[in-house]
């Protein structure tokens, strides 16, 4: 295995998280030395979920509280740092976009600013989302694109890319940022999320429900995948600073689709069928999103490994055996 986070010092902000626990345990199977951001307790998260809080330092507060930062960054000498922190859910961005903003925004610029001010700081990862490109006729989303992002989540994610190149550019600081597909595996805690909640349903025997009217169209990206091009991308830091790359899989489905195959995967095509909660598009939201991942297989030789079915597969083995 790459030795190359072995003995490393590393932070992850969001690393209770679903996709922050992620990347830890796969860091810390690597031998790195991780301190992770908490900010809520809450009675299952991805951590826990993943038994790792025992592996790491855990350290309770805010990513836009810059003395934290300073201080986090500077007592644990920390050499690389990942920035998941964020409000991640576009429902809960429409209801609340302040909150949303001062977590995805100002958590942002506070944290790389404590970054260009740590010495011992060399590779920051900062994790956008396809969202940041908002509507665009022409798809996959490619990252020459303009960020046309309009709803608040999505402005979120435009501004996070926005204020990572502007510090690469501006201070030199080295940094990259990933814009990626819609993330799914194991240890998920929030199961309104459509692949953990219709799982969920379909194990308990109930018709899964879709809170739309099952045609928006989207790229899903497993979790290993995803976790190995953050890792690429730090590695590769030199060659990767101030840029910003797509990770997807460039095999779209509408959520109607994706909720049928997780049905017929669990064996319930006969006696399942999902509930559409809408019979029109849902306001605020884009219809139909998913990336064109050339450039970073061009650049660093990474592809999506896992096919849809399979990480499906691996997933309803996670939840069956550690949720049910």
């Known amino acids: 295995m790459n030795s190359f986070w072995n003995g490393r010092a590393v932070f992850?902000?969001?690393?209770?998280?679903?996709?922050?626990?992620?990347?830890?345990?796969?860091?810390?199977?690597?031998?790195?030395?991780?301190?992770?951001?908490?900010?809520?307790?809450?009675?299952?998260?991805?951590?826990d979920l993943l038994k790792l809080r025992d592996k790491v330092t855990v350290v309770r507060g805010s990513v836009d509280d810059f003395s934290l930062m300073s201080r986090i960054l500077n007592e644990y000498?920390?050499?690389?740092v990942f920035h998941l922190a964020a409000q991640a859910l576009v429902g809960a961005a429409n209801r609340s976009p302040v909150s949303t903003f001062e977590s995805n925004i100002r958590g942002t610029y506070i944290l790389l600013e404590a970054c260009r001010s740590t010495q011992t700081v060399s590779r920051v990862v900062v994790a956008s989302s396809d969202k940041a490109y908002g509507s665009h006729d022409v798809l996959p989303y490619h990252e020459d694109f303009k960020l046309n992002?309009?709803?608040?989540?999505?402005?979120?994610?435009?501004?996070?890319?926005?204020?990572?190149?502007?510090?690469?550019e501006t201070f030199g600081l080295p940094v990259a940022v990933t814009r990626s597909a819609n993330i799914y595996g194991p240890a998920d805690a929030n199961i309104s999320r459509i692949i953990p909640g219709t799982i969920l349903s379909v194990l308990n025997g109930e018709r899964p429900i879709i809170r739309s009217n099952g045609t928006p169209v989207r790229d899903f990206i497993y979790t290993e995948d995803i976790v190995a091009g953050y890792l690429l991308l730090s590695e590769r830091i030199d060659d990767a600073a101030g840029e910003a790359f797509n990770f997807?899989?460039?095999?779209?489905?509408?959520m109607i689709d994706l909720a049928g195959k997780i049905i017929h995967l669990l064996g319930r095509d006969g006696d399942l069928t999902p509930k559409i909660m809408l019979t029109s598009k849902i306001r605020n939201e884009i219809d139909a999103q998913?990336?064109?991942?050339?450039?970073?297989?061009?650049?660093?030789?990474?592809?999506?490994k896992v096919d849809l079915d399979e990480g499906l597969l691996r997933t309803i083995d996670w939840y069956r055996e550690n949720w049910i």
């Open 149 to 168: 992002a309009v709803y608040p989540y999505d402005v979120s994610k435009a501004c996070t890319d926005l204020i990572s190149m502007s510090f690469a």
């Open 12 to 47: 992850v902000t969001g690393g209770s998280g679903f996709v922050g626990a992620n990347l830890v345990n796969e860091l810390v199977a690597r031998g790195a030395n991780v301190v992770c951001l908490q900010r809520d307790e809450t009675k299952r998260n991805s951590l």
């Open 290 to 304: 998913y990336l064109g991942s050339e450039k970073v297989a061009e650049r660093f030789g990474w592809k999506a």
């Open 248 to 254: 997807g899989t460039n095999r779209p489905i509408s």
């Open 77 to 80: 000498e920390v050499d690389a």
